[in-house]
């Protein structure tokens, strides 16, 4: 009797060791495609764990939206067998709180929103297989604390991460070359990044609206930031460059407001527009040689700047590139600009006073308007056009000071200046007795002119401090000009001898400039 229940019993367990295999596996959809197996679905819920054979066949793969909005699905283990995870395969599942995939794994690619808007998932684990995450992958888990970037991963796509609100720390490996575009954007709890050593492009927006991120370190290896890349970070407070950014883009440290410095690599030759708008705390910048160009609004409102030295291989300032910079007193040009952009100085009222060097053809449109403190202003001898309203409300405007021939005044250019001297020099062309409205002298006079003491001169009178030149030739029709002598006017005059005038049948003399 003993012996048939024996019988019976091992029976009936077997019969349960069978049948549980089957009663797990029916939970899952999925179909095959040759010699593998693909799930497509899932019926169950709580935990999951991914066979790794289904009737005999390997699970190699999980469709796109297998599990998708399956609110009621909270961690999943994938096995080894799995080598492709579809677009979209876990995405919106709310509940979803721990992801494994086996180290072993053969997987290389996590796909196009796999894992987005699962907002209660705070663990992954990855396999040092995968080299790509997708576009998307993992945007909106906003629960997500805890992340090891696989060793081998080289490609983070666009919005792979953002909106992960809750990341404190970012360790990107080495593999990287690429970040994505706003691959981290509104990651709101991020504090550090530390960003490997071969990453070539970040993407736009790449760290966009990060808020609590407060300094960024960018390797040599960087060659370009992307349009708005740490666009209103507001808790950065510095930035380095590496030596190997040539490009940075378009609003890329727009409204940074805590920005207090930045450290530009020796590449950096393309500061692109609004770069760097509205960094309200940014009081130093110190360019580096190799810049050629600042766009249009690149340091507007940077309300705390107080000082700016333009490089000489700066060609064009763009149009209001430093507008509203109030404290901005202290202004060096290099001596190959040749455009001054509209607006380019507008409304910096800490100005008093500005030198336009030679090489500058062209002054924008309002260049200068509503510097209410700037007093006096050099213009070098190059420049042909001042574009309307470009010193319109300098109301403290007293002297301006033109090197060159009269160049063609636009509309309005002293517009609410009321107390005005526009002096040029008496051996420049084109001057009338107004200019812009304004009326006109000569920055300095000769006068006096014949025998001195037995020597023929000159008396020069004009401002203290001024420097001239006097030249000689003797034959206008054949000029060869040579050197006398510079002089420096002091006490409102400087006179002026020739000692050897005797030794020639006829001299003449130039004034200019040195």
Known sequence: MNTKLNRILACLLGVVVLTLPNAANA????????????????????????????????????AAKAFYTNGSLTSVTIPGSVTNIGSFAFASCSNLAAFTIALTNGITNIGSGVFQNCSSLTNVTIPNSVISIGSSAFAGCGSLTDLTFPRNLAVI???AFSTCSDFTNLVIPDNVTNIGTQAFASCTGLT????????????????????????????????????????????LTNATLGNGVVKIGNSAFYSCINLTEVMFGNSVTDIGNDAFYDCTNLANIIFPDSVTNIGNYAFSSCTSLTGVCIPDNIIS????????????????IGNHVTSLGAGVFDSCASLTSIVIPNSVISIGGSAFSFCGNLTNATIGSSVTNVGNYAFSSCNGLITIYFQGNAPIPGASIFSGVNNLTVSYLPWTAGWSVMFGGQSTKPLVNVS????HENQFGFV?????GFVFVVQA???????????????TIAG???DFTDPQWTNYPARFYNLSLP
């Open 27 to 62: 939970q899952f959809n999925y179909s095959t495609n040759h010699d593998s197996i693909i799930i497509t679905g899932y019926t169950g819920s709580g935990s999951a764990t991914i066979p790794d054979m289904i009737a005999g066949l390997p699970v190699t793969s999980i």
């Open 157 to 159: 796509g666009d919005f």
């Open 192 to 235: 550090v990044v530390e960003v490997g050593t071969n990453v070539e492009s970040v993407g736009s927006g790449a760290f966009m609206f990060c808020t609590s991120l407060a300094s960024v370190n960018i390797p040599n290896s960087v060659t370009s930031l992307g349009d708005s890349t740490f666009q209103s970070c507001t808790s």
């Open 317 to 332: 300032l763009g149009s209001y590139a430093f507008y509203d910079c109030v404290s901005l007193a202290n202004i060096v």
């Open 448 to 451: 006096a002119v014949g025998i």
């Open 460 to 464: 020069v009178t004009g401002p203290n």
């Open 473 to 487: 030739c003797t034959n206008l029709d054949n000029s060869i000009w040579s050197h006398m002598v510079t002089n």
């Open 492 to 494: 409102g005059l400087s």
